[in-house]
């Protein structure tokens, strides 16, 4: 459930920036790195996004406003393994900044307002429990409310072992969330972001109308390990990533992180039955400085202004 | 060693005291790992055991219209006292040919989309579901990963989320994961005395959390995957009795067993409209973890 094997281990725990490209071991300035959006400008590498810097790549600045969820059990099992399940929380939430894998949120993009979820693997593994399953819930109510479409953004390695059978039922939970979400004509996407395993992929994230993958994401049910010690099959490398899962028909795109903004506000556009006229998908840089500046920049930035005159004339049209 | 003026060791003792002792006896049996073992025993009754005493006229249908036909899973219609069920569960198999005919109830992509079928045939001829689980868990293979495993088991579980008629599960042994929940995803879900229901196995989760597999039995406990345990935590509706030394060779009584609570169960649920079992259904899985008190989890992002 939770990934293991050392390759994989060493790749999301190395520092960024200190030891180089995880992927090809060169040294890239830290800066140069934000700037392209924490994707290898040598390799294509995508590295790790935090749940802050996913928000800041994608949203509109200023407009996230978060979802207050609370009312969970938080420790329904008194789990105890060689720590106690609270001390872990506490742990992560220290290390992390957050207060739980799952944050919830109504912005707009581009202009386009939605409500996006982020499950964030740096948070006890992205693992799904009580409270990502009612973050998943309350969120998705609030798009039925708003009549905004659905985007979640996902790496989790499954759900969270130490709430027992309490997190194999937010499995459950969540596709009922999207029962009710689907008597409604309101889109729901998915971004699979490295990795996506487990019981939030064999649940919410691959019950989407639309599914996006991150270049390179580690997209399976079983982890190598458990595979092994149960089939006895190695698993070849690069097996279960985001190309593979095209070509296999389980995803609809594979999108690179600096496509990935105008795509989803394309697709967002699209699906809610408006007309998309952004035309080339010019590749984002980040939102200051780069974003502003340069050829590449304003001609970004006038097809975002093409997407937000084209999304009122949408919102014109339903009224 | 001597402390020094003002450094105190005492938390630092405590806490290496605590793991010491979390690490002795690890590998102890517990008692929920003598409940694993029973459910997992070859000898104990599985879904083809117990189907011909609760429905004689059992026609086993095969197929998912797709591509295959997965042993793992069986399912078929019969009468269950007087009235047409479609029956859909996992068969383990108990001697070693059968069970690697079966795969060891690990069910491939087919298997869940042979299942949604059945659960589709059923609603559109109005006829109640019910579902024996059985399972270590869906198949780790590398063919079921590119056949879609995750999609398959998350379309399932969409089937049984939205099904217009009746849907009741019994698990008869071994309850394993997100194989288990896509058939289990239902109405009203039973265990009998010593079957399991478990988000990972024991060995799966002492080796993650533990870094030590010699320490399932302590996982078995912690996890709370025993039918006493999660009937007291409110996440299933009843127990099976099971006669004393368990299940093994009385698939006679236990299946009487398990028709009358069936029964009961569908003549209760059978007054209900339609939309009225949908709307319940969706309440009853949306209030999973939810605290009654004053337990307040976790608050606003950011």
New interface residues.
């Given amino acids: 459930m939770t990934r293991s094997t050392d390759a994989v281990a060493k790749k999301t725990n190395t520092t960024m920036g200190v030891d180089g490209c995880p992927a090809c071991g060169r040294y890239i300035a830290p800066e140069a790195l934000r700037d392209s959006l924490m994707v290898c400008p040598l390799c294509g590498y995508h590295h790790p996004l935090g749940t802050l810097q996913r928000i800041s790549q994608l949203v509109d600045d200023g407009s996230w406003e978060g979802i207050a969820v609370d009312g969970v059990l938080s420790d329904p099992l008194n789990f105890f393994d060689s720590r106690p399940y609270p001390a872990r929380l506490k742990a992560a939430q220290l290390s992390t900044g957050l207060p739980e894998a799952f944050a919830a949120g109504r912005c707009t993009v581009e202009g386009v307002p939605v409500g996006l979820g982020i499950l964030d693997f740096q948070f006890l593994g992205g693992s799904m429990g009580a409270a990502v399953g009612e973050g998943f819930w309350r969120l998705t109510e609030h798009c039925i409310i708003d009549h905004v479409p659905l985007v979640v953004v996902t790496s989790s390695g499954g759900a969270r072992m130490q709430e027992g059978l309490f997190s194999l039922l937010q499995m459950a939970k969540t596709v009922m969330a999207l029962e009710e979400l689907r008597e409604t004509t309101i889109p729901f996407l998915v971004v699979l972001a490295d990795p996506t395993t487990g019981g939030v992929l064999a649940s919410f994230a691959s019950l989407a109308d639309v599914i996006i993958a991150e270049p390179g994401a580690q997209l399976w049910f079983t982890g190598p390990r458990v595979r092994e010690m149960t089939t006895r099959e190695r698993t070849p490398e690069g097996f279960g990533s985001a190309e593979e899962a095209l070509k296999c028909g389980h995803v609809d795109l594979v999108v690179p992180r600096t496509e990935l903004r105008q795509r989803l506000v394309e697709l967002l556009i699209l699906l809610q039955g408006g007309e998309s006229v952004l035309g080339e998908i010019i590749p984002q840089r980040r939102k200051t400085a780069g974003w502003r500046a340069g050829g590449a920049g304003r001609a970004a930035e006038r097809s975002a202004g093409v997407a937000r005159a084209a999304w009122n004339w949408l919102r014109r049209r339903d009224r | 060693m001597p402390a020094l003026p003002g450094i105190g060791y005492e938390e630092e003792i405590a806490e290496v005291q605590g793991?010491l002792q979390?690490l002795e006896g690890l590998g102890l049996p517990t008692a929920a790992w003598k409940t694993v073992a029973i459910a997992r025993a070859q000898k104990r009754p599985q879904f083809l055991d117990y189907i011909p005493y609760l429905a004689p006229d059992f026609v086993e249908l095969h197929g998912d219209r797709v591509g295959g036909d997965d042993r793992a899973i069986v399912g078929g219609v019969g009468s269950l006292d007087g009235r047409t069920v479609v029956f859909v569960g996992h068969q383990k198999g108990h001697d070693l040919k059968e069970r690697q005919l079966r795969n060891f109830g690990?069910a491939r992509p087919e298997g869940y989309r042979k299942a949604q079928r059945l659960f589709l045939t059923a609603e559109r001829l109005n006829l109640p579901v019910v579902t024996l689980v059985d399972t270590p868990g869906?198949?780790?293979?590398?063919d079921?990963?590119?056949?879609?495993?995750?999609?398959a088991?998350?379309?399932t579980?969409?089937v049984l989320?939205?099904l217009k008629v009746p849907t009741v599960a019994f698990i008869i042994g071994e309850g394993g994961?997100?194989g288990a929940?896509a058939l289990a995803?239902c109405d009203r879900v039973f265990m009998l005395e010593n079957a399991i229901?478990?988000?990972?196995t024991p060995e799966?989760?002492a080796?993650?959390?533990?870094r030590d597999a010699a320490a399932a039995p302590r996982?078995a406990e912690?996890?709370?995957?025993t039918a006493c345990e999660?009937l007291e935590?409110g996440?299933i509706d009843g127990i099976v009795p099971e006669p004393r030394g368990g299940a093994a060779g009385r698939a006679r009584t236990m299946a009487r067993r398990i028709l009358k609570l069936a029964v009961d169960t569908l003549t209760e649920l059978r007054g209900l409209k339609s939309s009225e079992l949908?709307v319940a259904?969706?309440r009853r899985?949306?209030a999973?973890?939810?605290?009654s008190g004053p337990?307040?989890?976790?608050?606003?992002?950011?």
């Fill in positions: 793991k979390a690990m869906a198949f780790p293979g590398l079921a990963e590119r056949g879609g495993q995750a999609w088991i998350s379309r579980l969409q989320a939205g994961s997100g929940l995803l229901y478990s988000v990972i799966g989760c080796a993650i959390l533990w996982a912690a996890l709370q995957l999660l935590l996440l949908c259904r969706r899985y949306l999973v973890g939810l605290s337990d307040q989890g976790w608050s606003q992002f950011p």
